[in-house]
């Protein structure tokens, strides 16, 4: 049994060195076999089209940038101001909204591509168009940041089209909260409007009824002769709006015939209504409210965006280098199946 061993082992040692020998003696073929692989690596690295990438991070805006939508929201106003939060979750809806995806799709992709690729099916290019656009949500140490990424083969475009996109995104979110801001205050106007309409409505009933009295009160002065304020009459000269008492005719017919004339010709209750220059003021400041968008930012750009300048793929060193070892290992296989159909043959002649 001994003996077996040493020899299974010599002959593995000697199989091992015949295989080196017939490996190294076919040199040329591995050699030949890597160098034709690493060829078409390095043409298909060279002759690719390369892809450069455009990154722009977002962030969200300050308080001054939204000063302009809290223009008259506060306490005093029934209105809450928007925070920060609300503006930018606003604006980050529409960043990630399928609408606008599918609107600059329609809009900026396709009419880019040849009329050759605009001929494939919608379907498949939509699906290339989303691995080139990319929008990536906050991460753990970046909660509230952003980021658009393009890919394509024009630097510039890549750059253009991270900017266009966020601009659109932004577009939309400013209108949208634009249009909250301003139906919001046309609400609170048209509410301010029916309160000034009840007070003059309230007023002009009131003057009416008061006018009622008043001629009451001077019919019964006409009949008791009484021209001037009688001696025992306390009653003051008063033309209001405001309900009068049961011994207005102590007045005198003179002073009940004027106040009736005076109630009679008046154009407006405006002037004796309170509170009424502070709602009218109130009311013509919402129906008035303008919202100027040049004057707001839903995002705040953290850096600056940079034409690239190198591609990201193909990565050709790395190509390259991938394509030499697989070429390598090619070869070598090769030259083994060789060797052993060569080692097959001899041992088939020598018995």
């Known amino acids: 049994m001994p003996n077996n061993r040493v020899e299974t082992q010599g002959t593995d040692e000697i199989d091992l060195i015949a295989l080196a020998r017939g490996l190294w003696g076919q040199k040329l073929l591995i050699l030949a076999v890597t160098l034709l692989v690493a060829v078409g690596a390095a043409a298909y ?94 991460g753990k140490d970046t909660p509230d940041r952003y980021s658009v990424t393009v890919q394509g083969g024009d630097p510039v475009r890549a750059t253009e089209w991270a900017k266009a996109y966020v601009a659109r995104a932004s577009e939309a979110a400013e209108s949208e909260l634009i249009k909250n801001v301003t139906a919001e205050a046309a609400v609170r106007a048209r509410n301010l409007e029916q309160r000034i309409v009840g007070l003059r409505e309230t007023a002009q009933r009131i003057r009416e009824d008061r006018i009622q009295q008043l001629r009451e009160a001077l019919k019964i002065a006409e009949a008791i002769g009484l021209t001037g304020p009688s001696i025992n009459s306390t009653a003051a000269v008063d033309i209001t709006v405001e309900t009068g008492n ?66 990201i793929k193909p990565r050709k060193a790395f190509i390259l280098l991938l394509g030499i070892i697989a070429g390598g290992m090619l070869g070598s296989f090769i030259a083994l199946i060789r060797f052993s159909v060569i080692r097959s043959k001899e041992q088939k002649l020598k018995s």
């Open 246 to 311: 049961k011994m207005d005719y102590q007045r005198g017919s003179k002073a009940l015939a004027a106040e009736v004339k005076a109630l009679e010709s008046r154009a407006s209750d405006d002037a004796f209504i309170s509170d009424l220059r502070s709602l009218q003021m109130r009311y013509s400041f919402y129906r008035k409210l303008n919202i100027d968008p040049e004057s707001i930012s839903v995002y705040r750009q953290d850096g600056s965006v940079e034409v690239p300048q190198s591609p």
């Open 45 to 138: 690295a060279y002759l690719s089209k390369p892809v450069y990438q455009a990154q722009l991070f977002i962030m969200p805006p300050t308080q001054n940038g939204i000063a302009e939508l809290n223009y008259g929201r506060g306490k005093s106003t029934e209105l809450e101001p928007y925070s920060i939060k609300h503006v930018y979750d606003v604006f980050a809806r529409n960043l990630q909204g399928e609408s606008l995806r599918q609107t600059f799709f329609n809009e900026v992709y396709l009419p880019s591509l040849d009329e050759s690729e605009r001929k494939g099916a919608l379907d498949r290019l939509y699906e290339r168009f989303s691995r080139e656009l990319v929008i990536k949500g906050p």
